[in-house]
């Protein structure tokens, strides 16, 4: 399992919510009731996210108090043949970056794979939530349109 990987579950308690479509940048790109299920469980494990948000390409959780932007991109959709689930996956990649804040280079791995194992850990201590698996490319096929 490597932090670069998406989580790839399956849950009937992720539904699309009551006015959710008004809200979407693209059609059919749902997902905010598990964005609102990451950002309660990461409060729970002292993670500081201010909000979450629509993107074109999904769901976006902010996460504050790190060296470097990063957050936890969700990805749902509806209409997809053999209901595939949804997937998640870290915003930012291992590795090092440059901080122009800092004005040196900046090691996010540790921080990224502990963000990374802690989503995996949340998911398998839901029963109500299965991991279809750890892909390292993207699992879902969206519908054309």
């Not at 004005?103 to 939530?129: A, G, H, M, Q, Y």
Request: hydrophobic share 40%; charged share 25%; aromatic share 14%.
């Amino acid at each position: 399992m490597n932090a670069n990987h998406f989580i790839h579950i399956k849950s009937a308690k992720f539904p699309v919510l009551p006015g959710e479509d008004d809200e979407l940048v693209n059609e059919c790109m749902y997902g905010k009731a598990l964005a609102q299920y990451i950002e309660t469980e990461l409060k729970k494990r002292f993670y500081i996210v201010p909000f979450i948000g629509c993107e074109d390409w999904g769901w976006w959780v902010e996460i504050e108090g790190q060296p470097f932007s990063l957050g936890v991109c969700v990805y749902g959709a509806s209409g997809l043949a053999n209901d595939q689930g949804m997937c998640v996956t870290v915003s930012q990649t291992i590795g090092r970056t440059w901080s122009w804040r800092k004005f040196k280079f900046i090691d996010k791995t540790d921080r990224v794979n502990k963000l990374f194992s802690e989503l995996s850990d949340i998911f398998k201590s839901d029963k109500d939530i299965e991991i279809i698996g750890y892909p390292e490319g993207f699992p879902l096929d969206y519908p054309a349109g």
